[in-house]
């Protein structure tokens, strides 16, 4: 019989399987140095080390490039395994495979990142070519923890550099201990433009501008202003009254019978009252500078209402509508190639203060009585048609035609603020009023204009006030009334 194997002794290879054994052979125990008759002793167990493996440089990696190796925990038999706190070391504490370079960075001192700033190099801005946005970005990021770790280590925030431009002067205010707070609030002093002071009113006049305010198309806080502005630029637009006396071929009648047409043109247009009165003015002042034969006076007439129509209408009727009414007396071409010779010899000055401007000014005294403002506007209409009133202005004209329109309704006495708002006082206006009365105490010689103003939505107006003239003028001085504006002596 042979004899019989000696005891094998079960080695735990692996701690974490104590059921796998391996049997231990002679050979293997000669290999080991191991006595195989000696008693089984019971080996110490050691803590398991990371297997490593060595490169070719001697520099140790870890096994299978595992980087949680340094996370697992001893075990010991017959022990709960024992956890490590080994969680809180970072990755980069850890032995790893590869190890990238990088540069060592501290963040204590300041004076350094100072002055690397002063020396990094501006970036161009967009559409140079440059790339500068990540820099700038990395910047910003930093900013916070910058001035956290400043504050850590104690060091004094310091200023940063502000500039005030304000008028062309720029101030620099460094950060200096000694600095005041005025240097840093420095601003040019500007004389501040003085608080604009309110109208004053005589007395007995009421303020009617201030219910405006409200209302941003009433310019209530300029109206005195406005109007003082028209009254000084009236005198440049008058017109010579006298420039018949150089005119060979035209008379006060052929005027007369081409304003009365340019009515009837300016009622079929259905054209603002502003145009008609501009084109008439147009047309004198033309004349007082140029001699014009009769058989060009009525160019001159359509190419003044044309003018008139585009610089006062929104919607101006065309050349050709124009050329129409002419009954193609002229083309086109003569109209435009007219236009240029009128605006060259006015030197394009179309700056004619209206009467129907100081009309609504005055009716806003009279609390917009709508009948005597349209009594008011046939009476102005009479000093286009009658060259007499061409030596006043237009305020004045408004202010005498209101002044008759509220005598013939009788609405009561040219107050206070009657006079202010018009501009004039009752003696101011006698003149002109006495011309109205005359002119409607007369035969009509203007039927245009008269029919005009004999339709209902005028009121009647040119019925109304011809018959209160003809029983009222005896009573005002006016007692030759038979002969018509022809016939009187220039």
Known sequence: MPPGRPATRRLVTNENDENSSTRMTRAKAAALDVDVNAPPTKPTLQSKKPATTT??????????????????VEVTEGKKAATAKTGLVSKAAQPTGVQKPRATTTRTALASKEAAKKTEVKRAGSGSGAIGASSTKRKVATTTVKQDKIAEEGEPVRKKVHTLVESEKVVEVANDENAKVDSVTEKVSQPEPAPQEKHKYPPGVKDLDSEDLDDPLMAAEYANEIFEYLRDLECESVPNPEYMAHQDDLE??????????????????????????????????????????LDRLQLVGIT??????????????????FVHVADDGFSEQEILSAERFVLSTLDFNLSYPNPMNFLRRISKADNYDIQSRTIGKYLMEISLVDHRFMAYRSSHIAAAAMYLSRMILDRGPWDETLSYYAGYTEEEIEPVFLLMVDYLARPVIHEAFYKKYASKKFLKASLLTRQWAKRCAPELGITDTKLSLDELEP
């Open 252 to 293: 006060w009648k052929t005027r007369g019978i081409l304003i009365d047409w340019l009515i009837e043109v300016h009622t079929r247009f259905h054209l603002l009252p502003e145009t008609l009165f501009l084109a008439i003015n147009i047309i004198d002042r033309f004349l007082s500078e140029k001699v014009v034969q």
């Open 55 to 72: 490169a070719a440089n001697g520099r140790r990696r870890a096994a299978l490039g595992d980087v949680t190796n340094a996370g697992k």
């Open 304 to 321: 003044a209402m044309f003018i008139a129509s585009k610089y006062e209408e929104v919607l101006s009727p065309h050349v050709a509508n």
